[in-house]
């Protein structure tokens, strides 16, 4: 039986990509780059796991760089919302 006490640490599983939450320059430049609105991502609950983790908040911008053996990495966005 699990400790309820005991907090697991997603980030630290060879499975799960580097999560990040973009500053507001570094976000702003990558809606620029893509010319879309932070809606028109791929959307994040803030209940997520890896969210809770790295602390964002809803209206963060979330980068995530997943290690691919085709392309080596492969660097993906998602707005984080509610719940």
Known sequence: MRSSSKKIDPSVHVLVPKHEVLSVEE?????????IGPEQLPWM???DPM??????????IVKI???SPIVGEL??????VSG
């Open 75 to 80: 660097v993906v966005y998602r707005y984080v």
């Open 45 to 47: 609950r803030a209940s």
């Open 51 to 60: 969210a809770r983790t790295i602390n964002a908040k809803p209206g963060d």
């Open 65 to 67: 760089t997943r290690k």
């Open 27 to 35: 976000a702003f430049k990558v809606l620029k780059e893509l010319g």
